[in-house]
């Protein structure tokens, strides 16, 4: 069993990407710039955020935190993704989610320009995305198949067994699997709450994609022998002991379920710290392709 050890990895795509930075500003050129926009106070979003400024500040990008009270109006926030898209400084845009009830999320997507939107949800990009045009993909899809190429992990003909179906992650990640490119040519099935049969299907996966947000959901009795077992869950689960008072839990029962795989993510240290490394990498792209 081997570990898919994220934040190695990571930190190879942001050495990468640190030297890439220096040799624009040598050259006189600006450095990418990120805008990030929080609302409210989620603890984990704040959490995200907080990492994805730091780690622009690691890489020499330039980045913005724009803050909005949970009571922001809808119109206001749209408002200041406008000015961001006009904004000739600004790369790349995010707007954290989860948002408020009295905010629509499709309206604050569809709002950022596709240029800017690093985050790859904007429908112009999935739309590109699907078709296996050059697009802005998810960053945690795309950090997934950062992590597949950087092992070397096979996947043509494999079956992958995405579950949920999430704008964010399931539904892309299934997509990407069943490409043809090297990190495709998988036969995907997604598996989402009305799914019958789960534990048989999962049993027939060659490659495991848990991304349904349920603590240890997936057990050992799950998992075939050689498993590839990719880990996107991150929930927070009260822990008296912890302390911050809670622990991260994966969507995988790590314990039983490492030993019966050929490669499997950890949580923390996995998936998680390869998204804002493909975050950080769709924020270059964005500077390079306006600049
Ligand atoms: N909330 C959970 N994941 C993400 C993400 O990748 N981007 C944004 N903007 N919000 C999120």
Known sequence: MQILDGKLVAQTVKEDLKQKTDILKREGKKPPHLAAILVGHNGASETYVASKVRTCEELGYQSTLIRFETEVTEDELLQKIRELNQDDGVD??????????????????NTISAQKDVDGFHPAN?????????????????????????YKIETKGKHAVV???SNIVGRPISILLSQNTPTGNCTV??????????????????II????????FLTADMVKDGAVVIDVGITRVPDAGKKKGYALKGDVHFETVA???????????????MTIAALMKNTYLAAIQRN
Do not use: F
């Not at 989860?98 to 905010?103: E, F, G, M, R, S």
């Not at 999935?126 to 950087?150: D, F, S, V, W």
């Not at 994609?209 to 240890?216: D, F, H, Y």
């Open 259 to 273: 030993p019966k795989c050929n490669y499997i993510t950890p949580v923390p240290g996995g998936v998680g710290a």
């Open 209 to 216: 994609v848990a991304a349904l947000g349920k603590p240890e």
């Open 92 to 109: 790349g845009i995010l707007v954290q989610l989860p948002l408020p009830a009295q905010i629509s999320e499709e309206k604050v997507i």
């Open 126 to 150: 999935i739309g590109k995305m699907i078709q296996g045009q050059p697009a802005y993909i998810p960053a945690t899809p795309y950090g997934i198949l950062l992590l597949l190429e950087y």
């Open 163 to 165: 579950i949920g179906r």
């Open 189 to 206: 099935t997604i598996c989402h709450s009305h799914t019958r049969n789960l534990k048989d299907i999962c049993l027939q996966a060659d």
